[in-house]
């Protein structure tokens, strides 16, 4: 898999960049896919019971499922305030193997593992749910075509979370 060594590379932002703050329950790379989590009924229904540790964040490098709450920023240490991009246009890795495919300009992609991306495969209601590791998760849409099953492969991809 290739892996962006950058970090989370933005070439845009659309006007309207979009990032949230979260606590690290680990570490996690930047670049990375993050996962939401919390404990049950941490807020309520005044804004002066919110803190910013309230969400949690963390990264599961062999599959990501539906609780992606961003793209991480930069490098974050356990135990840490992060950054994660929610919104933005970013240079992200297309997951290798064959059996995935390409991603074309304008289709929608889904998290693949880590920080890479993975084609939306139109017309099915579980995308991907025969390869291992992958979990239907539509996040945006490429911008540019890439990931032809080789590793090094990346597209610009439209954040839309």
Excluded: H
Excluded at 18 to 24: E, H, Y
Excluded at 86 to 114: H, W
Excluded at 136 to 158: H, K, L, P, W
Aim: hydrophobic share 35%; aromatic share 8%.
């Amino acid at each position: 898999m290739a892996e962006n060594t950058n970090g989370a590379v933005g070439i845009f932002d659309g006007g309207t960049p979009r990032t949230i703050s979260f606590m690290a329950r680990e570490d996690i790379s930047g670049g990375y896919w993050v996962n939401g989590s919390s404990a049950n009924g941490v807020v309520g229904s005044n804004a002066s019971t919110y803190a910013t540790s309230d969400i949690e964040g963390y990264v599961v490098s062999t599959q990501i499922g539906s609780n992606v709450i961003g793209l991480c920023m930069q490098n974050t240490a356990s135990g840490t305030y992060g950054t994660a991009a929610q919104r933005g246009i970013f240079l992200l890795p297309a997951a290798s193997g064959t059996a995935i495919g390409s991603i074309y300009s304008g289709q929608k992609i889904c998290a693949g593992s880590a920080g890479t991306v993975v084609p939306m495969v139109s017309g099915l209601a579980a995308p991907l749910a025969s390869v291992a590791g992958f979990q239907d998760f539509d996040c945006g849409r490429s911008m540019t075509t890439g990931g032809d099953g080789g590793d090094g492969s990346f597209c610009a991809v439209s954040l839309n979370i």
